[in-house]
């Protein structure tokens, strides 16, 4: 079946330079999120979209900003990068089905995550 | 709220059951997870219930959800060294919401 899948698996970037990390989600999921995990951390969330709006915003910094497209994938942008921004990020994507009014929805499931590191 | 606590560390011998407490605030969680991580690796969802079941299980996983204390639990059968790794605790309310997780058990197997 098919995954999440995120790219790329790694990225070293210096300070102050940009990244751009992306997400594609599962066939047929309009959902997605973005999640931040710092070493030794739990995973934090950053951001989400639900048919390409955002649906919900975390601990973003101002110098990130996401976005969902038509085809569902989705983009993280990271300007100015700080050392502390290396961490390992996770997308995850669901599926809201609200045709049949009940809002059920399926299980958020993972990407591997983009390890990104800040030298 | 949307706080989820879990303890830091757990230790346990090979064969021996393994498990692992969570505890949540938010009343409106709607499904509840358990993730599995590895070091340096990605979250591996193992098993999550719906709020309005009591009791899962899964070939070695147990999960037990008491929705009046707002209490999750993950038993591992038979534990093996394999299944050392940190285990999230997750909660979400349904919808487009977010997954909110706990601060994590670190499960160390000893042979």
């Known amino acids: 079946a098919a995954g999440v899948i995120q790219s790329p698996r790694h990225l070293i970037k210096e300070k102050r330079e940009t990244a751009t990390l992306k997400c594609y989600p599962i066939p047929r999921h309009d959902t997605v999120y973005w999640y931040q995990q710092g070493p030794g951390q739990d995973p934090q969330f950053l951001i989400s979209?639900?048919?390409?709006?955002?649906?919900d915003k975390g601990s973003i910094p101002d110098r990130f900003s996401a976005q969902q497209f038509s085809d569902y994938h989705s983009e993280l942008n990271m300007s100015s990068l700080e050392l502390g921004d290396s961490a390992l990020y996770f997308c995850?994507?669901?599926?809201?089905?609200?045709?049949?009014?009940?809002?059920?929805?399926?299980?958020?499931?993972f990407g591997q995550g983009t390890r990104l590191t800040v030298v | 709220g949307e706080d989820v606590e879990q303890s830091l560390f757990l230790s346990v011998r090979e064969g021996d059951s393994s498990v692992i407490n969570c505890t949540y605030t938010?009343?409106?969680?709607?499904?509840l997870y358990w993730y599995k991580q590895e070091p340096g690796a990605g979250l591996q969802l193992l098993t999550y219930i719906f709020s309005n079941m009591d009791m899962k299980q899964d070939q070695r996983l147990t999960v037990l959800l008491n929705k009046k204390d707002k209490h999750l639990s993950l038993r591992i059968a038979d534990t093996q060294t394999g299944d050392s790794a940190i285990y999230f605790c997750a909660e979400r309310a349904g919808g487009y919401q977010k997954v909110t997780f706990g601060t994590g058990t670190k499960l160390q197997v000893i042979p």
């Open positions: 995850a994507s669901s599926r809201t089905n609200s045709y049949s009014g009940t809002g059920v929805s399926t299980e958020a499931f």
């Open positions: 938010d009343s409106s969680s709607t499904y």
């Open positions: 979209f639900y048919e390409k709006m955002q649906s």
